[in-house]
């Protein structure tokens, strides 16, 4: 089974710093792609961050240079640096890997999600 775990969320007042993370666990052959998504409040989730084959982060319209993804293959792990939080960047935020597992009938891949963690920053 493999298990996405998040942490870092919390408060924080505008202008500060958070940091996420997220490591993956279980039976992996292979993650070929890592990402942070989000669901603020009367919206749907979007896209944060994310990297794939490239190894070239990609960031939503939002974050405006603010984020920067990281990662740790050997980790299996996925890092998202938020500076410059504002009130609009209160929401839930997820984890996101494709992940390739082996099977009896060969290797698949898949999408798994975190449980996400709440971020909130006040004003």
């Known amino acids: 089974q493999v298990q996405l775990v998040e942490s870092g969320g919390g408060l924080v007042q505008a202008g500060n710093s958070l940091t996420l993370s997220c490591v993956a666990t279980?039976?992996?052959?292979?993650?070929?792609?890592m990402g942070w998504y989000r669901r603020v409040e009367g919206a749907q989730r979007e896209v944060v961050a994310h990297?794939?084959?490239?190894?070239?982060?990609t960031y939503g319209n939002f974050v405006r240079g603010r984020f920067t993804l990281s990662k740790d293959n050997a980790k299996k792990a996925v890092y998202l640096r938020m500076n410059n939080l504002n009130p609009e960047d209160t929401g839930v935020y997820y984890c996101?890997?494709?992940?390739?597992?082996?099977?009896?009938?060969?290797?698949?891949?898949?999408?798994?999600w975190g449980e996400g963690t709440q971020v909130t920053v006040s004003s």
């Open positions: 996101q890997m494709y992940i390739y597992q082996n099977f009896e009938t060969g290797p698949a891949g898949m999408t798994f």
């Open positions: 279980g039976d992996i052959t292979r993650i070929t792609g």
């Open positions: 990297i794939g084959y490239d190894e070239v982060p």
